[in-house]
């Protein structure tokens, strides 16, 4: 019957509107080399984690940095805020920053300080995101 076929067609439509959005959507941000990030979700335990405090843990994480930027950037970009005790900017299989880093302040309240001053900043041509690093 000619209206079982309109909503079974119309169903149909649906079906493959939504496959297309959430392919989009799992599609993520692009990444700078023109593939697609992958969206994370996170995990049961890191949804039931508390946030880390900043102003106890002093600890600090980076992320959209530019690929070009070292360790001795970041450590001048934070210099002003007080005395960092260390500062990790992981490197892929091809020895590259990753374009994220980790920085741990002595004093627990610059790393406050720290993080209110740069985040949404522009640094070396791109926002930077800083976010209560978890604990190592």
């Known amino acids: ?3 079982e076929e309109d909503k079974e067609e119309e169903r149909t439509n649906d079906r493959a509107r939504d496959s297309r959005a959430i392919e989009a959507g799992a599609a993520g941000e692009e990444r ?3 593939g697609a990030r992958k969206a994370s979700v996170p995990s049961s335990q890191e949804l039931s984690r508390p946030a880390p405090d900043v102003g106890v843990t002093g600890r600090l994480f980076l992320r959209n940095l530019p690929f070009s930027a070292t360790t001795e950037d970041l450590e001048e970009l934070l210099r ?3 005395p960092v005790a260390d500062m990790h900017l992981p490197l892929d299989d ?3 920053p990753k ?3 980790f920085a741990s302040f002595l004093i627990p309240e610059d790393a406050v300080r720290a993080m209110e001053a ?3 900043r522009t640094f070396q041509g791109r926002l930077l995101h800083v976010l209560a690093a978890q604990e190592a």
């Open 32 to 34: 700078e080399d023109g």
């Open 94 to 96: 091809a020895h590259r």
């Open 1 to 3: 019957d000619k209206e």
């Open 99 to 101: 374009g994220f880093a």
């Open 80 to 82: 002003p805020f007080g």
């Open 118 to 120: 740069l985040d949404r």
